[in-house]
Nanobody
């Protein structure tokens, strides 16, 4: 069983930065494709960024390109999301996800609030 624990959310002013981290346990982390999603009340959970098992391939939603950076440390079983130039519309609950052996695992989520 894979467990994911996010940290690093909080309240920040527009233009500021936050760094989210996700620690994984169980399974074989270096085989996971990892992603960050976000969700606001009443809307679907959307993919923000994704990184391949090796870190060699990344994907970003258009809304965060150039502002967010996803990275991973396979030695520490962690994935991070560096968020810069934050905007009020980035306010959401952010979830870490791991794809492994045809199963997607989710963290519990961490709230990010960007004030204008």
């Amino acid at each position: 069983q894979v467990q994911l624990v996010e940290s690093g959310g909080g309240l920040v002013q527009a233009g500021g930065s936050l760094r989210l981290s996700c620690a994984a346990s169980g399974g074989t982390f270096r085989q996971f494709a990892m992603g960050w999603f976000r969700q606001v009340p009443g809307k679907e959970r959307d993919l923000v960024a994704r990184i391949s098992w090796s870190g060699g391939s990344t994907y970003y939603a258009d809304s965060v390109k150039g502002r967010f950076t996803i990275s991973r440390d396979n030695a520490k079983n962690t994935v991070s999301l560096q968020m810069n130039s934050l905007k009020p519309e980035d306010t959401a609950v952010y979830y870490c996800a791991a794809d492994w052996r045809a199963t997607r695992y989710w963290g519990q989520g961490t709230q990010v609030t960007v004030s204008s």
